[in-house]
């Protein structure tokens, strides 16, 4: 008892330390007619549903409280081909716009159409940034070994590290003007080491940062860890497997 009461304590300490996003958008059909009460799950890449919501009689629809991470989007309505957005990125304090269209499916036929998620280069609130969900990290070379100052040299061109390796210069800038967060937790110096395998995600900001990280006039490097829940579903889609 006292075991699973662990395991329930270090799991509320991971979600209030978590940074989370909004998924906001449009559900229409192919005449630009809005579209009510159509079914949206957002799942894990292994077909788990995490999350959920349907879209108001104007066709739109707002699912608060996502972990930042990367996540399948599946659109769902009887009468519809059934549509799923993969690897859509779902980044810390900010919203995320996705706007899809369904297709009739006395049209097309029963259908499952699947689509890629465009990741956006220029912020809609203002700045410019890149993120690497944990899929994308397992290709990165710098991504072994967990150190984050690496893997931010290792995702963009223009930012190079100090002889010494302890500082990172986005353009130009200072040193000690980087910011960092740690699910939702600031950290200017000691960056802690991460191994891979624990990261949601790492996005960068290199100019023009929103006014929730608006107090460096370096750069701003925002760390997700993967949520107790997203471990679980992990672990357990690699023992079916087995």
Do not use: W
């Not at 799942?43 to 995490?50: C, F, M, N, P, R």
Request: charged share 20%.
């Amino acid at each position: 008892m006292l075991g699973c009461f662990g395991i329930l304590f270090l799991s509320l300490i991971t979600a209030q330390g978590q940074s989370f996003g909004t998924l906001y958008g449009h559900v229409k059909s192919p005449h630009e007619e809005s579209i009510p009460g159509v079914m949206i799950t957002i799942e894990t890449g292994d077909g788990h549903a995490l999350f959920g919501g349907a879209t108001d009689p104007d066709g739109q629809y707002r699912i608060n409280a996502i972990t930042a991470g990367s996540y399948d989007v599946r659109f769902k309505m009887q009468g519809k081909s059934e549509l799923m957005k993969r690897g859509v990125v779902i980044n810390p304090d900010k919203i995320t716009i996705l706007n899809v269209i369904l297709q009739d499916s006395s049209l097309m036929g029963a259908t499952l159409d699947i689509e890629d998620y465009a990741i956006p280069l220029i912020d809609p609130d203002g700045g410019t940034f890149t993120t690497l969900t944990a899929k994308e990290m397992k290709h990165l070379p710098s991504a072994h070994g967990g150190d984050i100052k690496r893997m931010v040299i290792g995702m963009l061109s223009d930012v190079k590290a100090s002889p010494n390796g302890e500082e990172l210069y986005f353009r130009g800038s200072r040193a000690g003007s980087v910011l960092y967060f740690i699910d939702g937790v600031k950290i200017r110096e000691n960056v802690p080491n991460i191994p891979s395998s624990g990261i949601a995600s790492i996005s960068v900001y290199t100019g023009g940062m929103p006014a929730t990280y608006g107090d460096t006039t370096g750069g701003v490097v925002v760390i997700n860890t993967k949520s107790f829940t997203q471990e679980y579903y992990q672990k357990l889609n690699a023992k079916n497997k087995k």
